[in-house]
Every structure is written in structure tokens, then in C-alpha cells.
């Protein structure tokens, strides 16, 4: 079943090229207003792509805004059952979903404690923030990175699928996936080093370096870094 499509923090979708500094604005901004002073970084969708790497790259990014980073030990499914991190992330203020397999990462957070977490945090008014294959998983359908066509999301941003990488991905894998849309959804391409930003009021922005382009169908609508994204509203 998925999760209700309630509203409370702040949730941020960034194509990808995380912690490089393209978004150091707004993760200043974000760390600021969630009053967050620690970063709980979750790297399972790296489990296969050096993982410690993820901790020290996001240590060393978000150690410049002030902020420490806790990177918690979930790789694989059993992980994401272990009380005592679930509660980590529960008390969390800012927690991010690192890049890799979205459909690894899938297995690992669809109906565990750690997801239940998750979602506890975001709705209790936390940022949750996650880069590529972590965009992807959020929304729901979930790109399928090994075609481009549809599979299931955690929705927790329903009737939203989201195509990391946008600016560099190969246009028969972005073709699919427009093709592909079903109906009831809309599809947001995010450049790297490029956020969408949905605020606790609903309100969808783009912050970045990049752009941000919604298809709804067959129509396009392109975002630039600073605009309001209305056809998200």
C-alpha cells in the first residue's frame, strides 16, 4: 500500500551530482530552517558502489555549512529493520537518501522500519532529501533505470515520476519514458547539480545550477534555477 500523500517538511529531488556544491545555497538554507546541525545520510542505494565513500563525501560537503553528518550502517534489507536506526532517523531533522540503484535501494526501504521512519521524520516537518536514484525511488512511478519505462515508487510524491540526470541522460531512455507516462502522472526531468523543492506549504521550486523540465503528456514546460514550478501546483 502507499504511503498517504500527506504534507510536513520540506522534500528536495536533486538530479544527481550530489554534495558538490551546485546546491550549497539552498542546503544552507535548509540546515537553517529545519534548525538541523546533523545530516543523517542513508547510503543503501550505494551498497555496491563503495559505500564508506558516500560517508566521507557528505561529511566533508556538509562539514562546510557547520553541519555534522551521521551515516547510518543500511545496506541491505536487514538493516532497514533494526530499531535502533529507525530511531535514529525518526529523530532526525535532515535526513538524504544517497544516489546508486534506485531499484536496489527499493528493496531495501519499501515497507521496513527504517521507511516507517522516513516518513515519520518528513511528516513531523524534517527536510528528506534524496539525489538520483534516491529522486527516483521517491516519487511514484519510479523510472526503471534499466529501460526507461515504469515501475512502483514509494510515492511518497504521488502521481510523480522523476528522471534523474536529465541534461545528460541518452535521449532514447528520456523518449521511453515520455512515452511511456501513464496518464494519471506527471514526469519531472532534473538536471544534475539541480534541485526541486517542494516547501511545507505544497509549493514546488527549482534551485540549482540547472533546470527543471515537467511533461505532463506530451507537452514540456522547462524551469530555470530560482522559478516557481506552477504546472506542480
Known amino acids: 500500500m502507499s504511503p498517504p500523500a500527506r504534507r510536513g517538511g520540506t522534500l528536495v529531488l536533486l ?12 542546503d544552507a538554507e535548509l540546515l537553517a530552517a529545519a534548525g538541523a546541525s546533523e545530516v543523517v ?9 563503495h559505500p564508506e565513500r558516500v560517508g566521507e563525501r557528505a561529511a566533508a560537503y556538509f562539514g ?3 553541519a555534522s553528518v551521521r551515516t547510518l550502517p543500511v545496506l541491505h534489507r536487514r538493516d532497514a529493520e533494526d530499531p535502533a536506526l529507525a530511531e535514529v532517523v525518526r529523530k532526525a531533522r535532515f535526513v538524504h537518501l544517497a544516489d546508486g540503484s534506485p531499484l536496489h535501494l527499493r528493496s531495501v526501504l519499501k515497507g521496513s522500519a527504517l521507511f516507517e521512519a522516513v516518513l515519520a521524520a518528513f511528516h513531523g ?8 536514484a534516491g529522486a527516483t ?7 526503471d533505470p534499466r529501460g526507461g519505462a515504469y ?19 541518452a535521449d532514447h531512455m528520456r523518449e521511453r519514458s515520455i512515452e511511456l507516462l ?7 526531468g532534473i538536471d544534475e547539480d539541480t534541485a526541486l523543492v517542494r516547501d511545507r506549504s505544497g509549493a514546488w521550486r527549482v534551485a540549482g545550477s540547472g533546470a527543471v523540465t515537467v511533461y505532463e503528456g506530451r507537452t514540456q514546460q522547462r524551469y530555470a534555477a530560482g522559478d516557481a514550478v506552477s504546472s506542480l501546483a
Open 137 to 143: 525511488l521517491v516519487g511514484d512511478p519510479m523510472v
Open 182 to 188: 501513464p496518464p494519471a502522472a506527471k514526469l519531472v
Open 125 to 132: 516537518g524534517a527536510v528528506l532529501a534524496a539525489s538520483g
Open 41 to 49: 545520510v542513508i547510503p543503501a542505494a550505494a551498497a555496491y558502489e
Open 151 to 169: 515501475t512502483v515508487g514509494l510515492a511518497v510524491a504521488p502521481a510523480l515520476a522523476v528522471f534523474p540526470y536529465h541534461g545528460t541522460a
Open 15 to 26: 538530479g544527481g551530482g550530489e554534495w558538490r556544491g551546485g546546491c550549497r545555497e539552498l
Open 64 to 66: 562546510g555549512l557547520g
